[in-house]
């Protein structure tokens, strides 16, 4: 016998499967489990294990490809972290030179990659995964296989750019980044760390792995804007590197929702000059909620970076 839980609309639904000799049935039970800190846990996950020690549930959301654990405490369900996603075959190659100049900027809008904590160890997307600038921030782990190219282990890169479609060569030969390929196109220096240089592209396993062994400290957010419209780029993001949604909150007002911009920038048409203002994030891949208070004081100004005190785990 095993036990498998599910979420459904804020409850917590215990599902025992029985299997004796190839035969399987299945009773349900719901328990009203108060989910005390996922505030958006209304989806249903798709496969939960609970350990045996019935402390620990390790899910896995099909639709978002996530893994979650979440912690069993005093009849408390407690959202614990992102965990890694299985390997992947897909293939890699490379953009820039050795100074990995090319690949700042890009399509995230992380602006200098090395004053902003990012580092030459970040890649390019395909669009398939790219996922409109959703992806931004995520992190993934990187290893070359079956090529004579490769060299042994893996490296850690940061999702900060998108790599565009070339129809105008076939995604066989030149269009490796074109619909519904996957792909990374890493910064050089990355790249030369799981393969030479030499092979141009080579076949890699991928997973997507927590950031929070990259992304110390707090969440970072970078004012750029006007008077009557703020738009925020939100950097160095744990846990599962991404986010869904925004919200910010100035002292004279109530939560004001943010649309998404572009990559990992999020906006506010707004008048918010001479207030405190404070940051809601739910993540895309966790839907886990954090609320960063009084980010920035009454006196912040446009082009200056802010950071909070918290993250995501």
Known sequence: MFM???WYHGLCMFIYVYLTLGACSVHTRQTPFLVNNIPHMSIMFSVCLLDENMHMVWCLDFRECAFIIIRIHGGFAIYHGYVP??????????Y???SASATMGGACGYGNLITNGYGTDTAALSSTIFNDGYACGQCYQIRCVQSPWCYTGYTTVTATNLCPPNWSQDSNDGGWCNPPRTHFDMAKPAFMKIAQWKAGIVPVMYRRVPCNAIRKGGIRFSFQ???YWLLVY???????GDIKQMWVKGTKTNWINMSHNWGASYQ????????SLSFRLTSYTTKQTITAYNVAPANWNLGLTYQANVNFH
């Open 4 to 6: 498998c839980i599910t």
């Open 85 to 94: 996603s299985p390997w992947t075959l897909t293939h890699a190659t490379f």
């Open 96 to 98: 820039g030179d050795e």
């Open 225 to 227: 804007g006007n008077g």
């Open 234 to 240: 939100v950097m160095n993001v744990a846990g599962a």
């Open 268 to 275: 506010a048409f707004a008048t918010l000059q001479g207030q």
